[in-house]
């Protein structure tokens, strides 16, 4: 069984991944917690709760970082062009959920659960890093205890989606996602290379919904916004970003990985590029060098994915 805290930004793809984590038989999820990025803290927080009350969920929600972990950074835009205004795809989320939150904030939440849970628990961080990195900065020691670290986010042999250089979720927070990749645990980065080809069409989410009953439904009714974004530039359907995140933990045989440490350019024209120097690569001294060699997702195999995905939901 994997001990999952998902931190997140909902979102409709995020939506997906949280579905999956929460009907996967094998998946134990422990917590939720919520970062900006898709839409306003506010709003991506109270995604959550109303997922958690339509899905009936169990696992505890708790509110993270409103603003980027070096707060003197410009604000971003919000892609309600994707996601929507309320970010899960203009369906009439209602303004207040009556659920409560966890009273701590989510980087002491992932911390305490962390400790409670040594060695048991894996990350999984499909919106911008700054919980994560919030909570390096404040006990740096509990990146020891962590399982493990997967990651949406980055591109690496392709260019970005929010620039040439650099993917959202990176590019909304650089300085939180090196320190996230510098930090001494493992981390799996599912980036666009693999998530831009696992594509679902409308008519798989159709026949997913039917079978998959009201919650299912659900994801439909939301994700149809998202799906004719994606259709517009896909010619196809919906890429699937978070939830291969997700299935990377539960079907790790369905990618391939390259070792080698990852930065992230922090300024400039490639704000936010993430940047792996594979092992067994000669370049002279440099930036990467006494970093944590981490995975990065090179390949994926999307039409298993997505039944992966299908089977769980
Ligand atoms: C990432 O950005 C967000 O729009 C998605 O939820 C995903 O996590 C893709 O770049
Ligand atoms: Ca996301």
Redesign the pocket.
Known sequence: MHKVIFD???????AMALLFLHRHPDVDLIGVTTVF??APLDITTRNALFLKQQWGMTAPVAKGAGVTFDPSRPEGHW?TF??GEDGLGNIGVPEEIDLPLDPRPAHHFIIDTVKENPGEVTLIA??RMTNLALALREDPDFAALVKNVVI??GAFDIN???SPAA???IH?DPEAADLVFTAPWRVTVVG?DV?TRTVMTAKFMDEMAKEGGAPVQLLSDLSQFYIEFYTQRTGDGM?V??ACACVYLTNPELFQTRSGAVRVVCGGIADGQTIQKPDGVGFPPGNWDGHPSQLVCTDIEPERVLSVIRSAV
Request: proline letters at 7%; hydrophobic letters at 30%.
């Open positions: 997140t930004d909902p979102g409709i793809d995020d990025g898709n892609p994707i996601h499909v919106g949406m986010g970005g989606n929010v993917e959202a979720n909304g666009l998530t890429v970003h978070d």
